[in-house]
């Protein structure tokens, strides 16, 4: 199965990816930009990064494309600057 996962790189969502990867799932970090919290889960064999904002309807269209489900794991945890 291919499973995309918006805020993918966050806690929740790259905890995730690496349990579907475990049991032989492909997956796609859908991301604002890259998180340098866990850069390996990037290179891991079965794991594709896209960087894009949760608001861009063409992108994520596109990233979720061949998906077989999509969890969505982005969220504001805390209101900095623009994240208000």
Known sequence: MRVAITGG???VGRHLARRLVQEGHSVVLVARGLDR???SLR???GVH???TPT???DA???AFAGS?????CAGINRE???QT
């Open 37 to 39: 919290r866990d850069v």
């Open 68 to 72: 077989d489900a999509v969890a969505h």
């Open 43 to 45: 290179s891991i064999r």
């Open 55 to 57: 608001d861009d309807v």
């Open 9 to 11: 790189t966050g806690f």
């Open 80 to 82: 900095l600057a623009s």
């Open 60 to 62: 994520l269209t596109e």
């Open 49 to 51: 990064f896209v960087s």
